[in-house]
């Protein structure tokens, strides 16, 4: 029951960040500078994390071997802004970058662990997975093409055009925006790959529906046939 209730707190702690670093990346242009309030959501997160992956190592069967596996994920769930703010430690620009990369792993794992949780918990059709994929990837895809794109590029004129952008090159047809930053033409790459390895997943599902329907039908017309008839 415990680790039970770890995990749901590590869900609502993932859909936080999520939701927090949406709302600071739309509404803030300052690149690599966080609101307070994005702090403190940070800070309520990264502990959220860590109880979980020591919860977690503590009923290992394994704990050390555990440790060595998910060292990233650890590394990844100390809240570097927190402790900086703390101790008094004034961050220039190039630590402010390397610490936004790590945000930017962090919502990743966040990404990661809610699509586990909507496959896993909720989700029992392939159909949903592939959609909430598909949508959850497209969307932080446009939050950090956003990100970097809109103070230096003229095309990015709001984050509808990066959301739009992103849908276009996740179907692989691509967009009239140009990216100019590293992080965005390394998205802009990434991007159609997740596309062409996701869509036949949608046209395998759609041919096992079908596959199913037919055999289905076949097994009742043959039933029917072996009913005798009644005069």
């Excluded at 055009?161 to 849908?167: F, G, I």
Aim: proline content about 3%; aromatic content about 14%; overall charge neutral.
């Amino acid at each position: 029951m415990f680790l039970r209730l770890i995990n749901i707190l590590t869900l609502l702690a993932s859909l936080l960040l999520l939701a927090s670093l949406s709302v600071e990346i739309i509404y803030s242009r300052e690149l690599a500078q966080f609101s307070v309030a994005y702090d403190w959501a940070m800070f309520v997160v990264c502990i959220i994390f860590m109880v979980d992956f020591f919860a977690l190592m503590a009923s290992s069967p394994h704990p050390w071997r555990f440790l060595g596996r998910g060292f990233i994920i650890l590394i990844l769930s100390i809240p570097y802004h927190t402790i900086a703010q703390l101790l008094g430690v004034e961050l220039g620009h190039t630590m402010q970058m390397l610490l936004s990369g790590v945000v930017m792993l962090r919502s990743v794992m966040a990404i990661y662990i809610t699509l586990r949780w909507l496959i896993v918990e909720r989700t029992s059709r392939l159909l949903w997975a592939y959609i909430a994929t598909v949508v959850v990837c497209t969307y932080f895809s446009a939050l950090f093409f956003y990100e970097y794109e809109a103070p230096v590029n003229s095309q990015v004129k709001g984050f509808g055009d990066a959301l739009w952008w992103a849908a276009m090159n996740m179907t692989t047809v691509g967009a009239e925006i140009f990216p100019v930053t590293a992080i965005g033409k390394v998205i802009c790459v990434v991007l159609p790959i997740i596309g062409m390895a996701m869509f036949p997943v949608f046209t395998v599902y759609v041919t096992s529906l079908y596959d199913n329907n037919r055999t289905k039908a076949g097994t009742r017309v043959a039933q029917d046939s072996d009913k005798p008839i009644s005069e």
